[in-house]
């Protein structure tokens, strides 16, 4: 079935960059989404991409994706403390609109 | 305002009880979703449903069953609850017509203790 894997942690202090990965296995989708899940709540969308673009940009959140490699990242410029959150990436899986998604990477970020 | 609510926040019960989460969304969707999240392990789909008495098994249903009598309302019953259910689990709807794009909306999620 379908797969998506990020890494679990990622640490970065307040300024810097942020860049979380995912690597995902099933190519015929058209959309890929980065959701946001801050502490007790549940998820929201971030943004998305669609799958005929490279990359897309909105404000500190730039989006890459690699349709060869099935890699798709998520960069955060100036990352701040209200960053701090856990990032899943969501890839389409078979119909009635269902996702599959990532195993979810927190951020943390540190003064 | 887009908005899936679930009933409780925080739920304790003990080993063998039945079980319901309800899920009620306003926004008409179509779709509607419950998952199961633990660390390290991300969001698994226990069951989703795409109209009103319609249900299909998700990744993980095995110990679960939903009722969807209402097209706003998706209820996740745990007809005999374990330990091992003890998880934070979070509903979602999304609408159908929009083509391929299929973004699903959240509950704020509710964390289900069993002892």
Known sequence: GEDVEQSLFLSVREGDSSVINCTYTDSSSTYLYWYKQEPGAGLQLLTYIFSNMDMKQDQRLTVLLNKKDKHLSLRIADTQTGDSAIYFCADPTGTASKLTFGTGTRLQVTL | ?115
Not at chain 2, 72 to 86: C, D, H, M, P
């Open chain 2, 1 to 115: 305002d887009v908005k899936v609510t679930q009933s409780s926040r925080y739920l304790v019960k003990r080993t063998g009880e039945k079980v319901f989460l309800e899920c009620v969304q306003d926004m008409d969707h179509e779709n509607m979703f419950w998952y199961r999240q633990d660390p390290g392990l991300g969001l698994r789909l226990i069951y989703f449903s795409y109209d009103v008495k319609m249900k299909e098994k998700g990744d993980i249903p095995e110990g679960y069953s939903v009722s969807r009598e209402k097209k706003e309302r998706f209820s996740l019953i745990l007809e005999s609850a374990s330990t091992n259910q003890t998880s934070m689990y979070l509903c979602a709807s999304s609408p159908t017509g929009k083509g391929s794009y299929n973004e699903q909306f959240f509950g704020p999620g509710t964390r289900l203790t069993v002892l």
